[in-house]
């Protein structure tokens, strides 16, 4: 049974720091591609960033790049979201994504990715 868990949301004030993991299992997770996705309220889902399977190639929406970083760890089956200088319009569900992908292609787009998680709140705010 394929799962994907997320951990490490919460509470954070603006300009701190969250780290987002997923866990993965049920499903050979070295050749998948993974995503971090995120939805505000009233908002459609977004997609934050993805990572490549093969050689963990990071991209990132350009309004996100240089505050947050994806990584993956393969020995563990889980993806990491490192989020710093949080503000206020972070505030959102993110979810991680997985999509079968022995290439070196990742996308932002929802319908790709096949696998999901259960989503974890993130709210910045004072």
């Known amino acids: 049974q394929v799962q994907l868990v997320e951990s490490g949301g919460g509470l954070v004030q603006p300009g701190g720091s969250l780290r987002l993991s997923c866990a993965g299992s049920?499903?050979?997770?070295?050749?998948?591609?993974l995503a971090w996705f995120r939805q505000a309220p009233g908002k459609e889902r977004e997609g934050v960033s993805c990572?490549?399977?093969?050689?963990?190639?990071?991209y990132y929406v350009e309004s996100l790049e240089g505050r947050f970083t994806i990584s993956r760890d393969n020995a563990k089956k889980m993806v990491y979201l490192q989020m710093n200088n949080l503000k206020p319009e972070d505030t959102a569900v993110y979810y991680c994504a997985a999509e079968r992908s022995s290439g070196n292609s990742c996308r932002f787009a929802q319908s790709w990715y096949s696998y999901w998680g259960q989503g974890i709140q993130v709210t910045v705010s004072t």
């Open positions: 049920g499903f050979t997770w070295d050749i998948y591609a």
């Open positions: 990572i490549t399977s093969s050689e963990r190639r990071a």
